[in-house]
Protein backbone atom coordinates (compact mmCIF):
# COMPACT_ATOMS: atom_id res chain seq x y z
CA UNK A 1 0.00 0.00 0.00
CA UNK A 2 1.31 3.53 -0.98
CA UNK A 3 -0.26 6.94 -0.35
CA UNK A 4 0.70 9.77 -2.34
CA UNK A 5 0.30 13.33 -1.09
CA UNK A 6 0.19 16.56 -2.64
CA UNK A 7 -0.67 20.61 -2.20
CA UNK A 8 0.66 22.30 0.95
CA UNK A 9 3.05 24.70 0.63
CA UNK A 10 3.48 28.55 1.58
CA UNK A 11 0.38 30.66 2.55
CA UNK A 12 -0.37 33.93 4.50
CA UNK A 13 -2.40 33.69 7.70
CA UNK A 14 -5.87 33.36 6.95
CA UNK A 15 -5.69 32.32 3.24
CA UNK A 16 -6.32 28.49 2.01
CA UNK A 17 -5.21 25.32 0.87
CA UNK A 18 -5.80 22.02 0.10
CA UNK A 19 -4.51 18.57 0.25
CA UNK A 20 -4.92 15.55 -1.33
CA UNK A 21 -3.65 11.70 -0.83
CA UNK A 22 -4.46 9.35 -3.82
CA UNK A 23 -4.14 5.79 -1.73
CA UNK A 24 -2.74 2.35 -4.13
CA UNK A 25 -1.84 -0.86 -3.80
CA UNK A 26 -5.23 -2.63 -2.69
CA UNK A 27 -7.92 -3.72 -3.88
CA UNK A 28 -10.95 -3.15 -1.11
CA UNK A 29 -11.45 -0.02 -0.03
CA UNK A 30 -10.14 1.56 3.06
CA UNK A 31 -11.37 2.24 6.51
CA UNK A 32 -10.58 5.22 7.69
CA UNK A 33 -8.45 7.97 6.03
CA UNK A 34 -7.52 11.10 7.43
CA UNK A 35 -4.73 13.62 8.12
CA UNK A 36 -2.64 13.91 11.34
CA UNK A 37 0.03 16.61 11.68
CA UNK A 38 3.54 17.30 13.36
CA UNK A 39 5.19 20.55 14.18
CA UNK A 40 8.37 20.51 15.14
CA UNK A 41 9.59 19.49 18.51
CA UNK A 42 6.08 18.09 18.79
CA UNK A 43 4.14 15.02 18.79
CA UNK A 44 1.95 13.67 15.18
CA UNK A 45 -1.78 15.21 16.10
CA UNK A 46 -5.06 14.13 14.46
CA UNK A 47 -6.19 16.78 12.03
CA UNK A 48 -9.27 14.87 10.63
CA UNK A 49 -10.31 11.31 9.91
CA UNK A 50 -13.58 10.08 7.73
CA UNK A 51 -14.69 6.58 7.61
CA UNK A 52 -15.64 4.55 4.42
CA UNK A 53 -19.33 5.64 5.41
CA UNK A 54 -18.76 9.30 6.05
CA UNK A 55 -18.71 9.81 8.97
CA UNK A 56 -15.94 12.50 10.13
CA UNK A 57 -13.76 13.81 13.16
CA UNK A 58 -12.06 16.82 13.52
CA UNK A 59 -9.84 17.95 15.82
CA UNK A 60 -10.82 20.81 17.90
CA UNK A 61 -8.50 23.28 16.50
CA UNK A 62 -9.65 22.27 12.96
CA UNK A 63 -13.22 22.35 13.26
CA UNK A 64 -15.18 24.99 11.48
CA UNK A 65 -12.25 25.77 9.34
CA UNK A 66 -11.15 22.33 7.74
CA UNK A 67 -13.11 20.54 5.86
CA UNK A 68 -12.24 16.52 4.72
CA UNK A 69 -13.79 14.32 1.83
CA UNK A 70 -13.06 11.33 0.36
CA UNK A 71 -13.77 9.57 -2.81
CA UNK A 72 -14.20 5.39 -2.42
CA UNK A 73 -13.70 4.78 -5.77
CA UNK A 74 -10.68 6.08 -6.29
CA UNK A 75 -9.25 5.51 -2.55
CA UNK A 76 -8.92 9.91 -2.27
CA UNK A 77 -9.18 11.83 0.70
CA UNK A 78 -8.86 15.82 0.90
CA UNK A 79 -8.74 18.27 3.18
CA UNK A 80 -10.06 21.76 2.33
CA UNK A 81 -7.75 24.05 5.01
CA UNK A 82 -9.44 27.89 4.91
CA UNK A 83 -8.61 30.29 7.51
CA UNK A 84 -4.99 29.07 7.96
CA UNK A 85 -2.78 30.62 10.95
CA UNK A 86 0.80 30.40 11.57
CA UNK A 87 -0.14 27.48 14.82
CA UNK A 88 -1.25 25.16 11.64
CA UNK A 89 2.44 25.43 10.37
CA UNK A 90 3.61 21.26 9.93
CA UNK A 91 4.22 18.64 8.48
CA UNK A 92 1.11 16.76 7.30
CA UNK A 93 0.52 12.79 7.03
CA UNK A 94 -1.87 11.23 4.87
CA UNK A 95 -3.36 8.15 6.69
CA UNK A 96 -5.03 5.12 6.05
CA UNK A 97 -6.03 1.94 7.67
CA UNK A 98 -7.08 -1.36 5.99
CA UNK A 99 -5.96 -3.95 8.45
CA UNK A 100 -2.63 -1.71 9.33
CA UNK A 101 -2.02 1.55 9.57
CA UNK A 102 -0.38 3.07 6.34
CA UNK A 103 1.39 6.85 6.32
CA UNK A 104 2.21 9.10 3.32
CA UNK A 105 5.18 11.03 3.01
CA UNK A 106 4.19 14.01 4.19
CA UNK A 107 3.49 17.27 2.63
CA UNK A 108 5.02 20.91 4.57
CA UNK A 109 2.14 23.37 4.90
CA UNK A 110 3.68 27.08 6.27
CA UNK A 111 1.63 29.77 7.52
CA UNK A 112 3.17 32.94 7.61
CA UNK A 113 1.87 35.76 10.11
Known amino acids: VQLQASGGGLVQAGGSLSLSCAASGSRLSFNTMGWYRQAPGKQRDLVAIITRSGMTNYADSAKGRFTISRDNAKNTVNLQMNSLEPEDTAVYYC????????WGQGTQVTVSS
Open 95 to 102: YANIIFDY
